[in-house]
């Protein structure tokens, strides 16, 4: 039994989540997996209810749960909360990610063939696509170090990491690296400034003389964010920390021309998890049925793979997308002027489930 908290949250947060959820159901069905799903409110839809963003109740059913789903939190009007730490982002999102334990944050910038025109690179650089795997770390450096906050006219951040953190999250990169075809890591830091950064560059080199499988190179975080927009392809993994990893996370993204298609995970020990797509909540589109599931879908897939043990349902649903996709069927916001019908939140939803449910 896999017991699963979904928080739909704010702007389209509610109608894409509805999707994924009607897929994971029917995975559920057509795999036999036994899913529990219980409900609660995150971010400004939690703060209008509750006045807080991540109320108790839904801090404690995140605990206890095995997973989260969560769609996407905030919108300008909750930007204008006068307490930082009652807005969705820092009230609920941060909080949920230390509380749980979710250091690790895997992010897919695949560009599909079929998708290739959406890529804003000139069309000769990228020929075939490119699959890039951006592992951040997520629960240490800038945003969480200590001491923080305002003093008069001075403001502080602190970065801070430890080698135990750095090696945790190596050891997810290097994993993930084994699995796919290429093998290879690039650690992105800022070794010539920074302190931090020294000791992730000589953490990283150590852990890696235990995947002599795996080819590691460095980078430093300038460097990588030309070279991921001059040459994507030469990318694989790349591992980084959480401040570089929020960034060069989106400048990737960005790069496959189709956020509305890229899912996210953030894994802590354990299995434990939490999925959610990788762009935010869309406030101006919300409730305009213009919203591309894609993302939430396949975080719905990656759930499965990561804290449900299910890898042949995560794969039947990436099945189900990439053959939806190849019939041509797409949302607005990856139609090109070729498309033949542009479809609707819940049409895309409905015919994943179609293929997910009868992929003959
Ligand atoms: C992300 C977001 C968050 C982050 C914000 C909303 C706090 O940009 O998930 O990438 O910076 O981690
Ligand atoms: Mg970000």
Redesign the pocket.
Same mark, same amino acid.
Request: charged content about 30%; overall charge negative; glycine content about 14%.
């Given at each position: 039994m896999t017991h699963i908290a979904v928080l739909r949250g704010d702007g389209i947060g509610p109608e894409i989540v509805e999707e994924g959820l009607k897929v994971l159901r029917a995975a559920a069905t057509r795999f036999k997996l036994d899913l529990t799903f219980t409900e609660a409110l995150v971010g400004g839809a939690a703060y209008d209810a509750t006045g807080h963003p991540l109320p108790d109740a839904t801090r404690s059913l995140c605990e206890g749960a095995d997973a989260v789903y969560l769609g996407a939190?905030?919108g300008p009007k909750y930007d204008k909360i006068p307490d930082p730490n009652l807005r969705?982002?820092?009230g609920a +999102? @941060?909080p949920l990610?230390k509380i749980l334990g979710l250091y690790a $944050?895997l992010r897919p910038a695949v560009l599909y063939p079929a998708l290739a025109s959406a890529c804003p690179l000139r069309a000769d650089k990228v020929v075939g696509g490119f699959d890039i795997l951006v592992v951040?770390e +997520?629960t240490g450096g800038l945003?969480f170090g200590q001491p923080k906050g305002w003093e008069g006219d001075r403001a502080v951040d602190t970065c801070v990491y430890t080698k135990e953190e750095i090696v945790r999250i190596t050891r997810v990169a290097f994993e993930s690296a084994r699995r796919r075809p290429r093998k290879s890591v690039m650690s992105v830091d800022k070794a010539n400034v920074l302190e931090t950064s020294r000791l992730w560059r000589t953490t990283v080199e150590e852990i890696a003389k235990e995947y002599p499988d795996v080819t590691l190179t460095h980078m430093l975080v300038d460097a990588c964010a030309m070279a991921l927009c001059k040459n994507p392809q030469q990318f694989d993994v790349i591992l980084t920390e $959480? @401040?570089f990893? /929020?960034i060069l996370? /989106?400048e990737a993204a960005e790069l496959t021309g189709s956020l509305g298609m890229l899912p996210?995970a953030s894994l802590g020990a354990g299995g434990k998890g939490l999925f959610?797509p990788?762009h935010?909540s869309a406030p101006d589109i919300a409730g305009t049925g213009k919203a591309n599931p894609l993302a939430t879908i396949l975080s719905g897939a990656l759930l499965l793979r990561y804290s449900a043990g299910a890898e042949e349902a995560a794969v039947a649903i990436e099945q189900a997308v990439e053959r939806v996709l190849g019939d041509g069927f797409r949302t607005a916001d990856i139609a090109g002027a070729d498309a033949p019908g542009v479809l609707n939140c819940t049409q895309m939803g409905d015919l994943v489930v179609k293929y997910v449910t009868n992929p003959n």
């Open positions: 939190v905030g969705p982002e820092r +999102l @941060l990610r $944050n951040r +997520l945003y $959480n @401040l990893g /929020d996370s /989106d996210s959610e990788s935010g």
